[in-house]
T-cell receptor, first 114, second 111 residues
């Protein structure tokens, strides 16, 4: 079965650079979530989209933005990168309208800011 | 805002021993989910609990949702080395659409 795809899997950037992370949800899933997970930490919710519209916002810095496109893939754009942005970034998708909001997580993108 | 806490933070058990992790929310939850994350992996959904007092079992795993829908527990009977990982609870309150994850309980199983 198709899973959530994230790209790239690893990304190394310098401070003050920008980064774009991509997420391809499971086909027909209507909701996409972005999480940030620091070393030894729990996933921190950043933002979510339902049917391509932003549905909820968590602890996402103003330097970050995200959107979901007509083909349902989502991108997380990160600007003016800081050392503290180094983390694993997970995308998850679910079929909210099914009544079962199980989230399927992608493999994550490991971002390292030098 | 909603806060989700988990105890213990770490648990080391001998293979064959039982293990329990507890999850507590500062607000009443509409539902709660449990995830397992192996070292170097991504969170994998285990189960969702919706009803007050609900108990669900998956082989050696028993999940419980409190009567007040503010706490939950995950119990593993006779742990195996394959149970190693971090177990997260994630709570959805009655107002939002995003899940708040607890800090997780890291389980290590000694053979």
């Amino acid at each position: 079965a198709a899973g959530v795809i994230q790209s790239p899997r690893h990304l190394i950037k310098e401070k003050r650079e920008t980064a774009t992370l991509k997420c391809y949800p499971i086909p027909r899933h209507d909701t996409v979530y972005w999480y940030q997970q620091g070393p030894g930490q729990d996933p921190q919710f950043l933002i979510s989209f339902y049917e391509k519209m932003q549905s909820d916002k968590g602890s996402i810095p103003d330097r970050f933005s995200a959107q979901q496109f007509s083909d349902y893939h989502s991108e997380l754009n990160m600007s003016s990168l800081e050392l503290g942005d180094s983390a694993l970034y997970f995308c998850a998708s679910s079929l909210w309208t099914s009544g079962n909001s199980e989230q399927f997580f992608g493999p994550g993108t490991r971002l390292t800011v030098l | 805002g909603q806060q989700v806490m988990q105890i213990p933070q770490y648990q080391h058990v001998q293979e064959g021993e039982d293990f329990t992790t507890y999850c507590n929310s500062s607000t009443t939850l509409s539902n709660i989910q449990w995830y397992k994350q192996r070292p170097g992996g991504h969170p994998v959904f285990l189960i969702q609990l919706v009803k007050s007092g609900e108990v669900k079992k998956q082989k050696r795993l028993t999940f419980q949702f409190g009567e007040a829908k503010k706490n939950s527990s995950l119990h593993i009977t006779a742990t195996q080395t394959t149970d190693v990982g971090t177990y997260f609870c994630a709570g959805l309150d009655n107002y939002g659409q995003n899940f708040v994850f607890g800090p997780g309980t890291r389980l290590s199983v000694l053979p």
